[in-house]
């Protein structure tokens, strides 16, 4: 594969700007990368290092501060930021939304002990799937995080976990300037850290459960002569899955550099690139966690049987002994991903009054989802074997600019600004042969000798973003927000015939274009201080989300029957979200709780048919509304030296306003049904112990039941899961242990079996008999060990 890595001079985005001036507010330590200053690299004489070197109480003071759960003070909306070192508490690789998790609202599973199993990743928040909600990284998007995403990447694919800052997670609707076509239902906002002033190195090396093992290097370069700093950083992960046969595995490097080009300019650089391979976990149905427990999974390594199942199935003979069908099980199922991604961006001062940012980034991805499947045989001349592998094929190369101005004059201060991306995404779904007495390795890359291509497709999107907003300072005490986006997103598709043993085979998937435009989404909010510790806000914000360009999401994923059906009938799902909160903080006590509701129009609702395996187009509907109503809480208070206690309480009652109708009549009787996949009650307690060297916490998490049929006839029941981290930090002059530090993660604590993930293979209108294959099991108590140095 091809990497082209596109640099182009940029700077941050407004809305990490007001993330970062929330932490700052808030006396919580917190990195500068993304302000739109323009820091200068000037040495300050004078200064000796003992002097610049913080005292240890200061040390333990700031330590403790950067543990701290930012809930959003000063803010018009609701919004929390988690701190770089809240997510380096967890074992390295773990994906941070596992950090974000704790925050009231949201919804994150795996069926991983780190979070960065791809497949089973589900975030949710008041309602809104990932595929609903805004993503960036150091302002570049990321795009909507599906699984077979088809315009960005996975934050762990863009950013090593040790070269993460803070993040920033907005409930309701993202600010105006958040580069992102799809944040109906909020906005998470992923930073990375800036190279040190310092040179010095960090290693690290973490050992665990499933013969896990990851190491890590960084080497930062210090202030250069030209004032210049940078970092480069590599690692390398690899794990057995927890349970089943297979492997989990990346390799990813970091690069960033930083340039202040005079007093008034500065320039960044960034570039990342992973290697990602994946086995997969067997979905599960109800029936099969009744029968088989939760340790049923994929039979890879026993070839042998795999081909006995897929005999049986193609004969209509009996399946051996403990096999129901040819569903039960399956030999091997694996997701490689390969990326390249890169930002440059320019932050610019034209006087006191006027700053502003532009910036470029350019992303590549090669990826295959791979399922070894006993639907069809391999071709006798060609290997024979009644299995074949089936794989899903990824290729983006997206590119695009972010800009903005900022003009403060009297009490205002105005900003404008604009994006455009344009991305290139083909996608196609081949078959390749198989051997009669053996398989390639799991992970296994398949290129260049299909047997068959059921369908093949390019697409092309261009998004063009433009807003203006303002804050006004009407009183000391009154703060206004207010301003509007202006999106169009135009979608092109060109679906190809495919092919098998070289003979042409008509496409069933549709070729035509969509567009989605709004041009005026609005924002207002307002917050008024009583006084130092007291605070209300509200704020009502209109979004609109663009189509997917895919053959396996959105409107092109349904039959050239099923689009033609919905000419004249599909638009833009959009959401109304109005809030109403209050916010109280004081030196060791932070409170918050918010009440929305949140109108969702267009609903568009995918129903899966048949197995997952077998791949069918999707039924697209669009089902009207969605209501939303709830109240998040959160509590964050340090109510002794050196101990916190962090809590979180979000009810969401998210229903259907209206039945899915075919041909007039009522197809699925979903009205004030639940929405699938969220639960009503979320609920997290952490207890925390930091001294400066010693630290530790315990965070206990609640889900409530959770539905996976529209009709809401089957669902899993609740859980509550305990996880444990525990860390010393030396303190010495001696060379070898001054920057040590070690800690252990514990998963699962308590060993608990549930259902992690619902809906891997998307929902079903009713499942009575409870069959669907679409549960991933969580997994089991494991531990991890990190050791860490930092040389100086």
Same mark, same amino acid.
């Given at each position: 594969?091809?990497?082209?890595?596109?640099?182009?001079?940029?700077?941050?985005?407004?809305?990490?700007?007001?993330?970062?001036?929330?932490?700052?507010?808030?006396?919580?330590?917190?990195?500068?990368?993304?302000?739109?200053?323009?820091?200068?690299?000037?040495?300050?004489?004078?200064?000796?290092?003992?002097?610049?070197?913080?005292?240890?109480?200061?040390?333990?003071?700031?330590?403790?501060?950067?543990?701290?759960?930012?809930?959003?003070?000063?803010?018009?909306?609701?919004?929390?930021?988690?701190?770089?070192?809240?997510?380096?508490?967890?074992?390295?690789?773990?994906?941070?939304?596992?950090?974000?998790?704790?925050?009231?609202?949201?919804? =994150?599973?795996?069926?991983?002990?780190?979070?960065?199993?791809?497949?089973?990743?589900?975030?949710?928040?008041?309602?809104?799937?990932?595929?609903?909600?805004?993503?960036?990284?150091?302002?570049?998007p990321l795009g909507n995080l599906a699984y077979g995403n088809d315009n960005g990447l996975s934050i762990g694919r863009a950013?090593?976990?040790?070269?993460?800052?803070?993040?920033?997670?907005?409930?309701?609707?993202?600010?105006?300037?958040?580069?992102?076509?799809?944040?109906?239902?909020?906005?998470?906002?992923?930073?990375?850290?800036?190279?040190?002033?310092?040179?010095?190195?960090?290693?690290?090396?973490?050992?665990?459960?499933?013969?896990?093992?990851?190491?890590?290097?960084?080497?930062?370069?210090?202030?250069?002569?030209?004032?210049?700093?940078?970092?480069?950083?590599y690692d390398h992960q690899d794990a057995n899955k927890w349970k089943g046969d297979g492997v989990q595995r990346q390799d990813?490097?970091?690069?960033?550099?930083?340039?202040?080009?005079?007093?008034?300019?500065?320039?960044?650089?960034?570039?990342?690139?992973?290697?990602?391979?994946?086995?997969?976990?067997?979905?599960?149905?109800?029936?099969?966690?009744?029968?088989?427990?939760?340790?049923?999974?994929?039979?890879?390594?026993?070839?042998?049987?795999?081909?006995?199942?897929?005999?049986?199935?193609?004969?209509?003979?009996?399946?051996?002994?403990?096999?129901?069908?040819?569903?039960?099980?399956?030999?091997?199922?694996?997701?490689?991903?390969?990326?390249?991604?890169?930002?440059?961006?320019?932050?610019?001062?034209?006087?006191?009054?006027?700053?502003?940012?532009?910036?470029?980034?350019?992303?590549?991805?090669?990826?295959?989802?791979?399922?070894?499947?006993?639907?069809?045989?391999?071709?006798?001349?060609?290997?024979?074997?009644?299995?074949?592998?089936?794989?899903?094929?990824?290729?983006?190369?997206?590119?695009?600019?972010?800009?903005?101005?900022?003009?403060?004059?009297?009490?205002?201060?105005?900003?404008?600004?604009?994006?455009?991306?344009?991305?290139?995404?083909?996608?196609?779904?081949?078959?390749?042969?198989?051997?009669?007495?053996?398989?390639?390795?799991?992970?296994?890359?398949?290129?260049?000798?299909?047997?068959?291509?059921?369908?093949?497709?390019?697409?092309?999107?261009?998004?063009?973003?433009?807003?203006?907003?303002?804050?006004?300072?009407?009183?000391?005490?009154?703060?206004?927000?207010?301003?509007?986006?202006?999106?169009?997103?135009?979608?092109?598709?060109?679906?190809?015939?495919?092919?098998?043993?070289?003979?042409?085979?008509?496409?069933?998937?549709?070729?035509?274009?969509?567009?989605?435009?709004?041009?005026?989404?609005?924002?207002?909010?307002?917050?008024?201080?009583?006084?130092?510790?007291?605070?209300?806000?509200?704020?009502?914000?209109?979004?609109?989300?663009?189509?997917?360009?895919?053959?396996?999401?959105?409107?092109?994923?349904?039959?050239?029957?099923?689009?033609?059906?919905?000419?004249?009938?599909?638009?833009?799902?959009?959401?109304?979200?109005?809030?109403?909160?209050?916010?109280?903080?004081?030196?060791?006590?932070?409170?918050?709780?918010?009440?929305?509701?949140?109108?969702?129009?267009?609903?568009?609702?995918?129903?899966?048919?048949?197995?997952?395996?077998?791949?069918?187009?999707?039924?697209?509907?669009?089902?009207?509304?969605?209501?939303?109503?709830?109240?998040?809480?959160?509590?964050?208070?340090?109510?002794?030296?050196?101990?916190?206690?962090?809590?979180?309480?979000? =009810?969401?009652?998210?229903?259907?306003?209206?039945?899915?109708?075919?041909?007039?009549?009522?197809?699925?009787?979903?009205?004030?049904?639940?929405?699938?996949?969220?639960?009503?009650?979320?609920?997290?307690?952490?207890?925390?112990?930091?001294?400066?060297?010693?630290?530790?916490?315990?965070?206990?998490?609640?889900?409530?039941?959770?539905?996976?049929?529209?009709?809401?006839?089957?669902?899993?029941?609740?859980? #509550?899961?305990?996880?444990?981290?525990?860390?010393?930090?030396?303190?010495?002059?001696?060379?070898?242990?001054?920057?040590?530090?070690?800690?252990?993660?514990?998963?699962?604590?308590?060993?608990?079996?549930?259902?992690?993930?619902?809906?891997?293979?998307?929902?079903?209108?009713? #499942?009575?008999?409870?069959?669907?294959?679409?549960?991933?099991?969580?997994?089991?108590?494991?531990?991890?060990?990190?050791?860490?140095?930092?040389?100086?």
């Amino acid at each position: 594969m091809k990497l082209r890595l596109s640099l182009v001079l940029s700077a941050s985005l407004p809305a990490l700007i007001i993330a970062a001036q929330s932490v700052a507010h808030a006396q919580t330590v917190t990195n500068t990368a993304n302000s739109a200053s323009v820091p200068v690299n000037k040495k300050q004489p004078g200064k000796k290092r003992n002097a610049e070197a913080p005292s240890r109480k200061a040390s333990v003071e700031a330590k403790s501060s950067e543990t701290v759960i930012v809930l959003g003070a000063g803010q018009a909306r609701e919004t929390q930021t988690i701190s770089r070192t809240a997510i380096q508490e967890y074992t390295p690789g773990t994906s941070p939304f596992k950090a974000l998790s704790k925050l009231p609202g949201v919804m =994150f599973t795996s069926s991983d002990p780190l979070g960065s199993y791809e497949w089973s990743q589900q975030i949710i928040i008041r309602g809104f799937d990932q595929s609903r909600l805004g993503f960036t990284f150091d302002g570049v998007p990321l795009g909507n995080l599906a699984y077979g995403n088809d315009n960005g990447l996975s934050i762990g694919r863009a950013l090593q976990t040790e070269n993460n800052g803070p993040a920033t997670l907005t409930q309701g609707a993202g600010a105006v300037g958040v580069a992102a076509s799809n944040d109906l239902g909020g906005a998470l906002q992923f930073s990375s850290i800036d190279p040190s002033e310092k040179f010095g190195a960090d290693v690290s090396g973490t050992i665990g459960s499933a013969s896990t093992w990851r190491t890590f290097a960084r080497i930062n370069s210090g202030v250069l002569k030209g004032g210049g700093k940078f970092y480069v950083s590599y690692d390398h992960q690899d794990a057995n899955k927890w349970k089943g046969d297979g492997v989990q595995r990346q390799d990813q490097a970091n690069a960033k550099y930083v340039q202040p080009l005079g007093d008034n300019l500065k320039l960044t650089v960034f570039g990342d690139w992973s290697k990602r391979a994946e086995n997969d976990y067997q979905d599960l149905s109800l029936s099969q966690i009744k029968t088989y427990g939760y340790n049923l999974d994929n039979i890879t390594g026993n070839y042998a049987l795999a081909k006995q199942i897929a005999y049986a199935y193609q004969n209509g003979t009996a399946f051996p002994k403990g096999i129901e069908n040819q569903d039960t099980v399956y030999y091997n199922a694996g997701g490689l991903r390969e990326d390249a991604l890169g930002y440059g961006k320019l932050d610019f001062k034209i006087n006191n009054r006027l700053t502003g940012y532009v910036t470029g980034y350019g992303h590549t991805n090669s990826g295959e989802g791979v399922w070894v499947t006993p639907y069809s045989a391999t071709p006798a001349q060609l290997g024979g074997s009644p299995l074949s592998t089936r794989t899903t094929e990824y290729d983006i190369h997206r590119a695009g600019f972010i800009g903005s101005l900022t003009y403060k004059i009297a009490n205002h201060s105005i900003e404008g600004g604009f994006w455009f991306e344009n991305n290139n995404f083909n996608q196609a779904r081949r078959f390749y042969p198989l051997a009669l007495d053996g398989s390639p390795s799991s992970i296994h890359w398949y290129k260049n000798n299909a047997f068959a291509t059921q369908w093949q497709s390019a697409f092309n999107t261009k998004t063009y973003q433009v807003h203006l907003g303002d804050t006004w300072k009407i009183t000391p005490k009154l703060k206004v927000n207010y301003g509007f986006k202006s999106l169009i997103v135009d979608n092109t598709a060109r679906a190809m015939n495919g092919n098998y043993l070289g003979m042409p085979v008509a496409t069933a998937y549709p070729s035509g274009t969509l567009n989605a435009s709004n041009g005026f989404l609005p924002q207002i909010g307002a917050n008024y201080r009583f006084n130092r510790n007291h605070e209300i806000f509200v704020d009502y914000s209109r979004n609109m989300a663009a189509f997917d360009s895919a053959q396996t999401s959105g409107p092109f994923s349904t039959t050239v029957a099923g689009f033609q059906a919905l000419q004249g009938k599909l638009k833009p799902e959009m959401s109304n979200t109005e809030e109403l909160g209050y916010r109280y903080h004081t030196k060791t006590f932070q409170a918050t709780v918010t009440g929305y509701y949140v109108e969702f129009e267009n609903r568009l609702l995918s129903v899966t048919q048949g197995v997952g395996i077998q791949g069918n187009a999707s039924v697209l509907s669009n089902v009207g509304g969605v209501i939303s109503r709830g109240i998040d809480t959160a509590v964050n208070w340090q109510f002794a030296p050196n101990w916190s206690i962090f809590a979180s309480y979000a =009810f969401n009652n998210s229903f259907y306003q209206d039945n899915v109708m075919a041909d007039s009549k009522v197809s699925a009787a979903i009205k004030g049904k639940n929405v699938v996949g969220m639960p009503r009650n979320l609920a997290n307690v952490q207890l925390g112990y930091d001294d400066g060297q010693i630290w530790g916490n315990v965070l206990m998490q609640i889900q409530d039941r959770r539905y996976y049929t529209y009709t809401n006839d089957a669902y899993v029941p609740a859980n #509550d899961v305990f996880n444990l981290n525990l860390g010393y930090r030396f303190k010495s002059h001696n060379f070898w242990l001054r920057g040590l530090d070690t800690q252990i993660n514990v998963s699962n604590l308590f060993n608990k079996r549930y259902v992690a993930t619902v809906g891997s293979n998307g929902f079903i209108n009713s #499942d009575p008999s409870g069959t669907f294959q679409t549960l991933q099991a969580a997994a089991p108590r494991m531990v991890f060990f990190t050791i860490r140095k930092h040389f100086n």
